[in-house]
Nanobody, 125 residues
Framework: QVQLVESGGGLVQAGGSLRLSCAAS????????MGWFRQAPGKEREFVAS????????YYAEFGKGRFTISRDNAKNTVSLQMNSLKPEDTAVYYC??????????????????WGQGTQVTVSS
């Protein structure tokens, strides 16, 4: 069975950094584009970043440009999200997702096939 497991969340002060990791199993990892989404309490799940199957292309939500970096290691079946200069508004549950059928770097929830359980990120002011 396909499984995506996020880790690396926690509590940090504003301006700090966190590195999230997602370990994938049960799928041919290199056949999937990968993405990160987040959801704050009472809000809709929103796109954060995505990366192509080979890692050659990336795409970021406007709020993450210059602060967040997505990367992947196909040899280890992992995708990471480095988050710097964190702000209180970044507080949310962050989800890892995988998609097989779309080209490029998909940014829509509906495009993804599998999801992890999420990891909590809390940024204090």
């Amino acid at each position: 069975q396909v499984q995506l497991v996020e880790s690396g969340g926690g509590l940090v002060q504003a301006g700090g950094s966190l590195r999230l990791s997602c370990a994938a199993s049960g799928l041919t990892f290199s056949s999937y584009a990968m993405g990160w989404f987040r959801q704050a309490p009472g809000k809709e799940r929103e796109f954060v970043a995505s990366i192509s199957r080979s890692g050659g292309r990336t795409y970021y939500a406007e709020f993450g440009k210059g602060r967040f970096t997505i990367s992947r290691d196909n040899a280890k079946n992992t995708v990471s999200l480095q988050m710097n200069s964190l702000k209180p508004e970044d507080t949310a549950v962050y989800y890892c997702a995988a998609e097989e059928r779309w080209l490029g770097v998909p940014t829509s929830i509906e495009q993804y096939d599998y999801w992890g359980q999420g990891t909590q990120v809390t940024v204090s002011s």
